[in-house]
Each structure stands twice: as structure tokens, then as C-alpha cells.
């Protein structure tokens, strides 16, 4: 168990739709980040935050945004949703310092019909 | 942009025997970090190894090894005495010093065979 807490495990939604995915990190780790894996692919990063404030964007679509709350956990905002947006979410945390590693959680399964 | 390339889509090792999973990175950066994640089936992402660019010894944890060729810039993980366990996806992944963003390389699907 990676300490990162993700829910739902599972959504299923029908195009032109809006989702929140949500992520609790592991106690005293200050940074959350995002992570999109479509069917059989790498991961992409989307988006992180530290302690509140955003820290870094990667190929993260203006349809999406984030978020993170004073008590650390994040959410993610899906809208308008596409077919093309159905893949793995995953939520990482870790604390600070690059040869830190991330925990990931156990993903969110998006699909959109 | 930094960027992670396994060059490897799948590579199939007999139960016991020793494999190899190549990864090379495009940096301009002097200090980073790489790390290997494994992925089996149940989609969980599990830390198999981590290595610091200023070391010049490669780490070691288990059965796991890396060689890590920063001149090259290539970082492969070798898996000794496979087991059935070991068959997921493996991921190398890149993060430069003093920046939080961790990239991933596309994965090598990993099957061993009894």
C-alpha cells in the first residue's frame, strides 16, 4: 500500500460530461502530481502541485484543470469530456527533493462512452 | 524538453535466466535522477530501483541492477534469476535536480516465460 488514496476506482460517463477525480497523498508529503495512461501507453504527465500552489504543467488540455486544497489532497477536473479522454489516472506524491520518488495511487479508470 | 526512450516494446526472458531493459534519455542537465517503475497487471506502480546522476556506482537492489552510462545517457535495469513475478510493464523515468517533474519513457512489456 502506497499511503495514496484515490477515488473513484471507477467512472463511466457519456461525452460532453464533467468528472472530479480525487487524490489524498500520503501523510507529510507536500507535492501531488498527475499522471494520464491511455490503453497499453506510457505515463503523461499533466500536472503538480506543492503545497497548494501549482509547480509544474506538462501536455495537460485546457478542457482539464486542478487543484490542491490546504489539507493537500487534489482533485482533478475533467469537462467536456471525449472519447479520446478514457485512460488510467493516476495520482503520485512525494515529499520534497528529486531523488525522492513518487507513490503512486492506485488509479482511477475513466471511461467515456 | 527532456526525454525518455525505451527502445524495447516487448522482451521475453525464460524463468531464471538474466534480462535486460534498455533506456536512454535526452538531458542537457548535469545533475538528475532516474528511477525504473514496475507495473504488473493489476496497474499498481511500484519503485523497483533509483540512481543519482552525481554516482558513479550503479545501484543495486536485489536482483535488480542497473548499468548506468551517464556519458551515453543510458540507463538500463537488469533482472537476474527472473521470476514469474517479475512480468509486467517497466517504465524508466527521468527527473532533472531541483525540479519536481518526473518523465516516463513508453514502457517494455516484460514476459517470462516458465
Known amino acids: 500500500d502506497s499511503g495514496v488514496t484515490q477515488t473513484p476506482k471507477h467512472l463511466i460517463t457519456a461525452t460532453g460530461q464533467r468528472v472530479t477525480l480525487r487524490c489524498s497523498p500520503r501523510?507529510?508529503?507536500?507535492?501531488v502530481y498527475w499522471y494520464q495512461q491511455s490503453l497499453d501507453q506510457g505515463l503523461q504527465f499533466l500536472i503538480q502541485?506543492?503545497?497548494?500552489?501549482?509547480?509544474a504543467k506538462g501536455n495537460i488540455l485546457e478542457r482539464f484543470s486542478a487543484q490542491q486544497f490546504p489539507d493537500l489532497h487534489s482533485e482533478l477536473n475533467l469537462s467536456s469530456l471525449e472519447l479520446g479522454d478514457s485512460a488510467l489516472y493516476f495520482c503520485?506524491?512525494?515529499?520534497?527533493?528529486?531523488?525522492?520518488?513518487?507513490?503512486f495511487g492506485n488509479g482511477t479508470r475513466l471511461t467515456v462512452t | 524538453a527532456q526525454t525518455v526512450t525505451q527502445s524495447q516494446p516487448e522482451m521475453s526472458v525464460q524463468e531464471a535466466e538474466t534480462v535486460t531493459l534498455s533506456c536512454t534519455y535526452d538531458?542537457?542537465?548535469?545533475?538528475?535522477?532516474l528511477f525504473w517503475y514496475k507495473q504488473p497487471p493489476s496497474r499498481q506502480m511500484i519503485l523497483v530501483i533509483r540512481?543519482?546522476?552525481?554516482?558513479?556506482q550503479n545501484a543495486t537492489e536485489n536482483r535488480f541492477s542497473v548499468n548506468f552510462q551517464k556519458a551515453a545517457k543510458s540507463f538500463s535495469l537488469k533482472i537476474s534469476d527472473s521470476q514469474l513475478g517479475d512480468a509486467a510493464m517497466y517504465f524508466c523515468?527521468?527527473?532533472?535536480?531541483?525540479?519536481?517533474?518526473?518523465?516516463f519513457g513508453a514502457g517494455t512489456r516484460l514476459t517470462v516465460k516458465p
Open positions: 538531458t542537457s542537465e548535469s545533475d538528475y535522477y
Open positions: 502541485y506543492y503545497n497548494g500552489e501549482e509547480r
Open positions: 501523510s507529510g508529503d507536500l507535492s
Open positions: 503520485a506524491s512525494s515529499v520534497v527533493g528529486s531523488y525522492s520518488p513518487l507513490h
Open positions: 540512481q543519482e546522476a552525481y554516482k558513479q
Open positions: 523515468a527521468y527527473r532533472p535536480y531541483n525540479n519536481n517533474d518526473m518523465r
